[in-house]
Protein backbone atom coordinates (compact mmCIF):
# COMPACT_ATOMS: atom_id res chain seq x y z
CA UNK A 1 0.00 0.00 0.00
CA UNK A 2 1.12 3.69 -0.86
CA UNK A 3 -0.01 6.61 0.94
CA UNK A 4 1.22 9.04 3.93
CA UNK A 5 0.53 8.15 7.06
CA UNK A 6 -1.91 10.97 8.75
CA UNK A 7 -3.18 11.53 12.45
CA UNK A 8 -7.22 10.55 12.32
CA UNK A 9 -9.06 13.03 14.22
CA UNK A 10 -10.55 11.20 17.15
CA UNK A 11 -12.07 13.93 19.58
CA UNK A 12 -14.90 15.64 18.22
CA UNK A 13 -13.74 18.76 19.10
CA UNK A 14 -10.82 18.21 16.77
CA UNK A 15 -13.21 16.66 13.92
CA UNK A 16 -15.62 19.70 14.15
CA UNK A 17 -12.81 22.11 13.95
CA UNK A 18 -11.94 20.38 10.83
CA UNK A 19 -15.60 21.07 9.75
CA UNK A 20 -14.81 24.55 10.24
CA UNK A 21 -11.75 25.01 8.67
CA UNK A 22 -13.05 23.40 5.22
CA UNK A 23 -16.20 25.74 5.64
CA UNK A 24 -14.14 28.93 6.25
CA UNK A 25 -12.08 27.89 3.37
CA UNK A 26 -14.81 27.70 0.99
CA UNK A 27 -16.35 30.93 2.37
CA UNK A 28 -12.65 32.68 2.04
CA UNK A 29 -12.86 31.15 -1.84
CA UNK A 30 -16.34 32.87 -2.82
CA UNK A 31 -14.89 36.19 -1.34
CA UNK A 32 -11.44 36.12 -3.18
CA UNK A 33 -13.00 34.67 -6.24
CA UNK A 34 -16.20 36.93 -6.53
CA UNK A 35 -14.17 39.91 -6.25
CA UNK A 36 -11.62 38.90 -8.60
CA UNK A 37 -14.39 37.80 -11.43
CA UNK A 38 -15.92 41.23 -10.58
CA UNK A 39 -12.76 43.46 -11.17
CA UNK A 40 -12.67 41.60 -14.64
CA UNK A 41 -16.27 42.59 -15.34
CA UNK A 42 -17.77 39.45 -14.84
CA UNK A 43 -21.03 39.23 -13.23
CA UNK A 44 -20.24 35.64 -11.46
CA UNK A 45 -23.40 33.07 -10.05
CA UNK A 46 -23.08 32.09 -6.44
CA UNK A 47 -23.12 29.11 -8.23
CA UNK A 48 -19.95 29.79 -10.44
CA UNK A 49 -18.10 30.59 -7.13
CA UNK A 50 -18.83 27.89 -5.06
CA UNK A 51 -18.62 25.03 -7.82
CA UNK A 52 -14.57 25.52 -8.52
CA UNK A 53 -11.96 22.99 -8.85
CA UNK A 54 -10.28 24.81 -5.86
CA UNK A 55 -13.18 24.37 -3.00
CA UNK A 56 -13.83 21.06 -4.54
CA UNK A 57 -10.23 20.12 -3.30
CA UNK A 58 -11.03 22.57 -0.37
CA UNK A 59 -13.63 19.90 0.69
CA UNK A 60 -12.20 16.94 -0.47
CA UNK A 61 -8.88 16.86 1.25
CA UNK A 62 -10.01 17.68 4.58
CA UNK A 63 -12.71 15.23 4.45
CA UNK A 64 -10.31 12.17 3.37
CA UNK A 65 -8.35 13.04 6.22
CA UNK A 66 -11.07 12.67 8.51
CA UNK A 67 -12.12 9.11 6.92
CA UNK A 68 -15.39 7.03 8.04
CA UNK A 69 -18.40 9.57 7.25
CA UNK A 70 -16.47 11.71 4.63
CA UNK A 71 -15.51 8.81 2.14
CA UNK A 72 -18.44 6.31 2.83
CA UNK A 73 -20.77 8.90 1.90
CA UNK A 74 -18.81 9.76 -1.48
CA UNK A 75 -18.83 6.08 -1.81
CA UNK A 76 -22.50 5.75 -1.40
CA UNK A 77 -23.59 8.51 -3.75
CA UNK A 78 -20.87 8.54 -6.49
CA UNK A 79 -21.58 5.46 -8.07
CA UNK A 80 -21.08 5.58 -12.42
CA UNK A 81 -22.97 9.09 -11.63
CA UNK A 82 -20.60 11.15 -13.56
CA UNK A 83 -23.45 11.57 -16.44
CA UNK A 84 -25.61 13.11 -14.17
CA UNK A 85 -24.22 15.21 -11.59
CA UNK A 86 -22.26 17.98 -12.10
CA UNK A 87 -18.26 17.28 -12.78
CA UNK A 88 -17.46 19.24 -9.54
CA UNK A 89 -19.60 16.96 -7.37
CA UNK A 90 -18.73 13.97 -9.22
CA UNK A 91 -14.74 15.25 -8.51
CA UNK A 92 -15.63 15.52 -5.14
CA UNK A 93 -17.42 12.04 -4.45
CA UNK A 94 -14.77 10.33 -6.83
CA UNK A 95 -11.48 11.48 -4.09
CA UNK A 96 -13.78 11.29 -1.06
CA UNK A 97 -14.26 7.21 -2.65
CA UNK A 98 -10.46 6.65 -3.10
CA UNK A 99 -8.76 8.46 -0.85
CA UNK A 100 -7.02 7.32 2.13
CA UNK A 101 -4.02 7.52 4.55
CA UNK A 102 -2.96 5.32 7.53
CA UNK A 103 -2.75 5.97 10.94
CA UNK A 104 1.03 6.54 12.37
CA UNK A 105 2.63 4.00 14.10
CA UNK A 106 1.84 5.44 17.76
CA UNK A 107 -2.25 6.03 16.50
CA UNK A 108 -2.02 2.30 15.47
CA UNK A 109 0.03 0.87 19.06
CA UNK A 110 -2.31 2.72 21.24
CA UNK A 111 -5.64 1.38 18.92
CA UNK A 112 -4.29 -2.52 19.29
CA UNK A 113 -3.21 -1.71 23.18
CA UNK A 114 -6.92 -0.61 23.81
CA UNK A 115 -8.40 -3.83 22.22
CA UNK A 116 -6.09 -6.88 23.17
CA UNK A 117 -3.62 -5.29 26.07
CA UNK A 118 -0.35 -4.06 26.64
CA UNK A 119 1.50 -7.24 25.58
CA UNK A 120 -0.42 -7.73 22.32
CA UNK A 121 2.40 -8.04 20.17
CA UNK A 122 3.44 -11.93 22.47
CA UNK A 123 0.78 -13.33 20.50
CA UNK A 124 1.95 -12.76 17.37
CA UNK A 125 5.00 -14.38 15.48
CA UNK A 126 4.82 -11.64 13.19
CA UNK A 127 3.34 -8.51 13.03
CA UNK A 128 3.53 -5.97 10.05
CA UNK A 129 3.01 -2.29 11.25
CA UNK A 130 2.72 -0.94 7.89
CA UNK A 131 -0.82 -2.03 6.06
CA UNK A 132 -1.45 -3.55 3.17
CA UNK A 133 -4.67 -1.91 2.95
CA UNK A 134 -6.54 1.10 3.53
CA UNK A 135 -9.84 2.33 3.45
CA UNK A 136 -13.12 4.15 4.69
CA UNK A 137 -13.55 2.94 8.16
CA UNK A 138 -9.99 1.11 8.73
CA UNK A 139 -7.22 -0.47 7.37
CA UNK A 140 -5.73 -4.04 7.26
CA UNK A 141 -2.33 -5.56 8.40
CA UNK A 142 -0.54 -8.69 7.77
CA UNK A 143 0.08 -10.98 10.87
CA UNK A 144 1.41 -14.46 11.47
CA UNK A 145 0.72 -15.98 14.51
CA UNK A 146 3.45 -18.77 16.72
CA UNK A 147 1.51 -22.05 14.99
CA UNK A 148 2.50 -20.31 11.35
CA UNK A 149 -1.18 -19.30 10.76
CA UNK A 150 -1.42 -15.58 8.29
CA UNK A 151 -3.89 -13.30 9.28
CA UNK A 152 -5.20 -10.19 7.79
CA UNK A 153 -6.07 -7.86 10.85
CA UNK A 154 -8.44 -4.85 9.81
CA UNK A 155 -8.00 -2.13 12.63
CA UNK A 156 -10.85 0.42 13.32
CA UNK A 157 -9.54 4.25 12.87
CA UNK A 158 -10.09 5.60 16.33
CA UNK A 159 -12.90 7.81 16.64
CA UNK A 160 -15.23 7.13 13.70
CA UNK A 161 -17.55 4.71 15.61
CA UNK A 162 -19.06 7.76 18.01
CA UNK A 163 -18.54 10.16 15.50
CA UNK A 164 -20.81 8.92 12.99
CA UNK A 165 -24.01 10.86 13.09
CA UNK A 166 -22.33 14.09 13.68
CA UNK A 167 -19.93 13.26 10.26
CA UNK A 168 -22.70 12.35 8.04
CA UNK A 169 -24.62 15.38 9.34
CA UNK A 170 -21.71 17.89 9.05
CA UNK A 171 -20.51 16.40 5.64
CA UNK A 172 -24.37 16.95 4.15
CA UNK A 173 -24.15 20.75 5.48
CA UNK A 174 -20.54 21.03 3.39
CA UNK A 175 -22.12 19.71 0.45
CA UNK A 176 -25.26 21.98 0.98
CA UNK A 177 -23.71 25.03 1.81
CA UNK A 178 -21.04 24.61 -1.42
CA UNK A 179 -23.64 24.80 -3.48
CA UNK A 180 -22.74 20.91 -4.48
CA UNK A 181 -26.04 19.84 -3.82
CA UNK A 182 -29.52 21.87 -4.68
CA UNK A 183 -31.59 22.35 -1.46
CA UNK A 184 -34.52 21.40 -3.25
CA UNK A 185 -32.62 17.56 -2.85
CA UNK A 186 -34.21 15.53 -0.25
CA UNK A 187 -31.53 13.58 0.73
CA UNK A 188 -32.32 12.57 4.26
CA UNK A 189 -33.73 9.17 3.47
CA UNK A 190 -30.26 8.43 2.38
CA UNK A 191 -28.26 10.33 5.21
CA UNK A 192 -30.55 8.39 7.69
CA UNK A 193 -29.40 4.95 5.60
CA UNK A 194 -25.41 6.12 5.79
CA UNK A 195 -25.48 6.47 9.54
CA UNK A 196 -27.22 3.22 9.81
CA UNK A 197 -24.66 1.16 7.26
CA UNK A 198 -21.75 3.33 9.15
CA UNK A 199 -22.85 1.97 12.68
CA UNK A 200 -23.25 -1.60 10.87
CA UNK A 201 -19.37 -1.45 9.73
CA UNK A 202 -18.21 0.12 12.04
CA UNK A 203 -19.44 -3.22 14.32
CA UNK A 204 -16.42 -5.59 13.14
CA UNK A 205 -17.89 -8.33 15.48
CA UNK A 206 -21.32 -7.93 13.12
CA UNK A 207 -19.19 -7.76 9.83
CA UNK A 208 -17.05 -11.01 11.34
CA UNK A 209 -21.01 -12.90 11.12
CA UNK A 210 -21.74 -11.30 7.95
CA UNK A 211 -18.31 -12.74 6.44
CA UNK A 212 -19.25 -16.40 8.09
CA UNK A 213 -22.52 -16.26 6.84
CA UNK A 214 -21.28 -15.65 3.24
CA UNK A 215 -18.34 -18.33 3.37
CA UNK A 216 -21.00 -20.68 4.10
CA UNK A 217 -23.30 -19.76 1.33
CA UNK A 218 -20.32 -19.92 -0.89
CA UNK A 219 -18.50 -22.84 0.44
CA UNK A 220 -20.08 -25.53 -2.00
CA UNK A 221 -18.48 -23.05 -4.84
CA UNK A 222 -15.12 -23.70 -6.19
CA UNK A 223 -14.79 -20.87 -7.75
CA UNK A 224 -14.55 -18.58 -4.64
CA UNK A 225 -12.52 -18.07 -1.82
CA UNK A 226 -13.96 -16.42 1.51
CA UNK A 227 -11.64 -15.48 4.94
CA UNK A 228 -13.36 -16.99 7.83
CA UNK A 229 -12.98 -14.83 10.79
CA UNK A 230 -10.85 -15.79 14.34
CA UNK A 231 -13.36 -14.94 16.87
CA UNK A 232 -11.01 -15.28 19.82
CA UNK A 233 -8.94 -11.68 18.68
CA UNK A 234 -12.03 -9.91 17.17
CA UNK A 235 -13.50 -7.51 18.87
CA UNK A 236 -15.62 -4.47 17.98
CA UNK A 237 -12.68 -2.45 16.66
CA UNK A 238 -10.23 -5.01 15.42
CA UNK A 239 -11.34 -7.65 13.09
CA UNK A 240 -8.85 -10.90 12.54
CA UNK A 241 -9.38 -13.07 9.67
CA UNK A 242 -7.70 -15.35 7.17
CA UNK A 243 -5.22 -13.68 5.21
CA UNK A 244 -5.86 -15.12 1.36
CA UNK A 245 -2.50 -14.20 -0.84
CA UNK A 246 -3.77 -13.08 -4.24
CA UNK A 247 -3.59 -10.70 -6.92
CA UNK A 248 -5.94 -7.54 -7.43
CA UNK A 249 -8.54 -8.23 -9.93
CA UNK A 250 -7.99 -5.23 -11.87
CA UNK A 251 -4.55 -7.08 -13.33
CA UNK A 252 -6.53 -9.73 -15.51
CA UNK A 253 -7.42 -6.78 -17.81
CA UNK A 254 -4.28 -8.07 -20.08
CA UNK A 255 -5.20 -11.69 -19.15
CA UNK A 256 -6.24 -14.10 -22.53
CA UNK A 257 -10.02 -13.34 -23.51
CA UNK A 258 -11.45 -16.60 -22.18
CA UNK A 259 -10.06 -15.81 -18.35
CA UNK A 260 -11.64 -12.49 -18.59
CA UNK A 261 -15.03 -14.12 -19.71
CA UNK A 262 -14.67 -16.95 -16.74
CA UNK A 263 -13.85 -14.50 -14.34
CA UNK A 264 -17.14 -11.98 -14.77
CA UNK A 265 -19.12 -14.56 -15.81
CA UNK A 266 -18.57 -15.71 -12.02
CA UNK A 267 -18.79 -12.39 -10.37
CA UNK A 268 -21.91 -10.93 -12.24
CA UNK A 269 -23.47 -14.47 -12.33
CA UNK A 270 -22.83 -14.12 -7.89
CA UNK A 271 -24.78 -10.90 -8.01
CA UNK A 272 -27.70 -12.43 -9.83
CA UNK A 273 -27.61 -14.88 -6.93
CA UNK A 274 -27.06 -12.29 -4.24
CA UNK A 275 -30.30 -10.44 -5.38
CA UNK A 276 -32.59 -13.56 -6.46
CA UNK A 277 -31.05 -16.56 -4.49
CA UNK A 278 -29.43 -15.75 -1.03
CA UNK A 279 -31.51 -12.35 -0.32
CA UNK A 280 -28.55 -11.37 0.62
CA UNK A 281 -25.58 -9.12 -0.88
CA UNK A 282 -22.18 -7.91 -0.29
CA UNK A 283 -22.86 -4.33 -1.51
CA UNK A 284 -19.62 -2.76 -1.95
CA UNK A 285 -18.24 -2.89 -5.82
CA UNK A 286 -14.76 -1.41 -4.63
CA UNK A 287 -12.71 -3.50 -7.43
CA UNK A 288 -10.39 -4.27 -4.26
CA UNK A 289 -12.59 -6.43 -2.60
CA UNK A 290 -11.80 -8.90 -5.04
CA UNK A 291 -8.77 -10.69 -5.51
CA UNK A 292 -7.38 -13.53 -7.90
CA UNK A 293 -5.51 -16.51 -7.28
CA UNK A 294 -3.64 -17.23 -10.22
CA UNK A 295 -2.44 -20.69 -8.99
CA UNK A 296 -6.07 -21.88 -8.69
CA UNK A 297 -7.86 -19.81 -10.66
CA UNK A 298 -10.34 -18.78 -7.59
CA UNK A 299 -11.47 -15.11 -7.10
CA UNK A 300 -11.50 -14.21 -3.90
CA UNK A 301 -14.29 -12.01 -2.23
CA UNK A 302 -13.29 -9.73 0.84
CA UNK A 303 -14.59 -6.79 3.17
CA UNK A 304 -18.48 -7.82 4.72
CA UNK A 305 -19.20 -4.76 6.58
CA UNK A 306 -21.42 -3.77 4.00
CA UNK A 307 -22.91 -7.13 3.55
CA UNK A 308 -26.66 -6.77 3.85
CA UNK A 309 -30.03 -8.19 3.58
CA UNK A 310 -32.04 -7.62 0.33
CA UNK A 311 -35.32 -6.82 1.08
CA UNK A 312 -37.87 -9.26 -0.98
CA UNK A 313 -40.00 -6.46 -2.95
CA UNK A 314 -36.50 -5.04 -4.58
CA UNK A 315 -35.42 -8.13 -5.71
CA UNK A 316 -39.55 -8.48 -7.23
CA UNK A 317 -39.06 -4.96 -8.77
CA UNK A 318 -35.77 -5.99 -10.22
CA UNK A 319 -37.14 -8.86 -11.51
CA UNK A 320 -39.84 -6.85 -13.16
CA UNK A 321 -37.67 -4.60 -14.72
CA UNK A 322 -35.56 -7.30 -16.38
CA UNK A 323 -39.10 -9.11 -17.80
CA UNK A 324 -39.77 -5.83 -19.24
CA UNK A 325 -36.43 -5.01 -20.44
CA UNK A 326 -36.04 -8.33 -21.65
CA UNK A 327 -39.65 -8.33 -23.65
CA UNK A 328 -39.08 -5.05 -25.38
CA UNK A 329 -41.90 -3.41 -23.11
CA UNK A 330 -41.37 0.19 -22.63
CA UNK A 331 -44.44 0.68 -20.56
CA UNK A 332 -43.31 -1.90 -18.66
CA UNK A 333 -40.06 -0.68 -18.10
CA UNK A 334 -41.64 2.88 -16.81
CA UNK A 335 -43.61 1.22 -14.57
CA UNK A 336 -40.75 -1.15 -13.30
CA UNK A 337 -38.69 1.97 -12.68
CA UNK A 338 -41.08 3.94 -10.62
CA UNK A 339 -41.22 0.72 -8.51
CA UNK A 340 -37.44 0.28 -8.08
CA UNK A 341 -37.33 4.29 -7.58
CA UNK A 342 -34.43 4.96 -10.04
CA UNK A 343 -37.04 7.72 -11.69
CA UNK A 344 -39.78 9.81 -10.22
CA UNK A 345 -42.89 10.68 -11.55
CA UNK A 346 -41.81 14.18 -11.80
CA UNK A 347 -38.88 13.21 -14.15
CA UNK A 348 -41.24 11.13 -15.98
CA UNK A 349 -43.63 14.45 -16.35
CA UNK A 350 -40.91 16.87 -16.83
CA UNK A 351 -38.54 14.66 -19.22
CA UNK A 352 -40.69 12.06 -20.47
CA UNK A 353 -39.50 12.24 -24.03
CA UNK A 354 -35.72 12.34 -22.95
CA UNK A 355 -36.09 9.45 -20.96
CA UNK A 356 -37.76 7.32 -23.74
CA UNK A 357 -35.00 8.20 -26.15
CA UNK A 358 -32.63 6.85 -23.66
CA UNK A 359 -34.39 3.71 -22.98
CA UNK A 360 -34.92 3.07 -26.43
CA UNK A 361 -31.12 3.04 -26.76
CA UNK A 362 -30.85 0.66 -23.80
CA UNK A 363 -33.30 -1.57 -25.41
CA UNK A 364 -31.81 -1.44 -28.42
CA UNK A 365 -28.87 -3.57 -27.30
CA UNK A 366 -31.13 -6.43 -26.75
CA UNK A 367 -29.75 -7.95 -30.35
CA UNK A 368 -26.43 -8.66 -28.97
CA UNK A 369 -27.48 -9.90 -25.34
CA UNK A 370 -26.73 -13.39 -26.53
CA UNK A 371 -22.92 -12.67 -26.62
CA UNK A 372 -22.71 -9.31 -25.28
CA UNK A 373 -19.41 -7.59 -25.67
CA UNK A 374 -18.71 -5.20 -22.79
CA UNK A 375 -15.87 -3.39 -24.50
CA UNK A 376 -18.43 -1.76 -27.18
CA UNK A 377 -19.48 1.36 -24.97
CA UNK A 378 -21.27 3.34 -28.29
CA UNK A 379 -24.47 3.35 -26.91
CA UNK A 380 -23.30 4.66 -23.59
CA UNK A 381 -22.45 8.18 -25.49
CA UNK A 382 -25.82 7.96 -26.99
CA UNK A 383 -27.04 8.12 -23.67
CA UNK A 384 -24.68 10.48 -22.15
CA UNK A 385 -25.86 12.95 -25.20
CA UNK A 386 -29.37 13.00 -23.71
CA UNK A 387 -28.88 13.68 -19.97
CA UNK A 388 -27.41 17.31 -19.74
CA UNK A 389 -31.14 18.47 -19.70
CA UNK A 390 -32.16 15.93 -17.01
CA UNK A 391 -28.39 16.70 -14.82
CA UNK A 392 -29.11 20.40 -15.52
CA UNK A 393 -32.84 20.44 -13.62
CA UNK A 394 -31.42 20.80 -9.94
CA UNK A 395 -35.48 20.92 -8.84
CA UNK A 396 -36.02 17.54 -10.11
CA UNK A 397 -32.76 15.77 -8.74
CA UNK A 398 -33.91 12.49 -7.93
CA UNK A 399 -32.26 9.70 -5.39
CA UNK A 400 -33.24 6.54 -5.36
CA UNK A 401 -34.39 4.45 -2.58
CA UNK A 402 -31.22 3.45 0.05
CA UNK A 403 -32.83 -0.14 -0.64
CA UNK A 404 -32.65 0.10 -4.12
CA UNK A 405 -29.75 2.77 -4.16
CA UNK A 406 -26.89 -0.12 -2.49
CA UNK A 407 -27.81 -3.12 -4.84
CA UNK A 408 -27.64 -0.97 -7.87
CA UNK A 409 -24.28 0.36 -6.83
CA UNK A 410 -22.84 -3.37 -6.71
CA UNK A 411 -24.73 -3.95 -10.12
CA UNK A 412 -23.00 -1.03 -11.18
CA UNK A 413 -19.95 -1.44 -10.26
CA UNK A 414 -19.53 -5.27 -10.99
CA UNK A 415 -20.57 -3.84 -14.73
CA UNK A 416 -17.87 -1.06 -14.49
CA UNK A 417 -15.39 -3.98 -13.74
CA UNK A 418 -16.63 -5.99 -17.11
CA UNK A 419 -16.23 -2.94 -18.99
CA UNK A 420 -12.34 -2.75 -17.84
CA UNK A 421 -12.30 -6.73 -18.59
CA UNK A 422 -13.35 -6.41 -22.11
CA UNK A 423 -15.68 -9.35 -21.23
CA UNK A 424 -17.71 -11.01 -23.40
CA UNK A 425 -20.47 -12.35 -21.54
CA UNK A 426 -24.16 -14.88 -22.48
CA UNK A 427 -25.95 -11.76 -20.79
CA UNK A 428 -29.09 -13.16 -22.31
CA UNK A 429 -29.10 -16.54 -20.79
CA UNK A 430 -27.91 -15.53 -17.55
CA UNK A 431 -30.71 -13.02 -16.58
CA UNK A 432 -33.57 -15.00 -18.26
CA UNK A 433 -34.07 -17.48 -15.54
CA UNK A 434 -33.93 -14.42 -12.95
CA UNK A 435 -36.51 -12.15 -14.89
CA UNK A 436 -39.45 -14.98 -13.66
CA UNK A 437 -38.69 -14.39 -10.27
Known amino acids: MTGDARKVPAGRLARLGAFGQIAAGVAGSVVTEGARRLAQGERPSMADLLLTPANAARVTDPLSRLRGAAMKLGQMISLDAGDVL ?89 LRISGLLPASLDVAPLLTEAKRQLHEEADYLR ?30 HVLAMDFIGARPIETLDAAPQDVRNRVMEALLGLVLRELFEFGFMQTDPNFANYRWQEATGKIVVLDFGAARAVAPDVARDYAALLRAGLQGDLPGVHKALVEVGFVSAAQFAHHGATLDRIFAVILAQLDRMD ?26 WHIPPAEALFVQRKISGTVMLAVRMKARLPLKAMVTPYAAT
Open 86 to 174: PPELTQVLARLRDSAHMMPPAQLEKVLADSWGAGWRRRFRRFDARPVAAASIGQVHRAELPDGRVLAIKVQYPGVARSIDADVDNVATL
Open 207 to 236: EAAQMARYADLLADDPRFVVPRPMQALTGP
Open 371 to 396: DFDFSERGFVEQIRAEMPAIAHDRAN
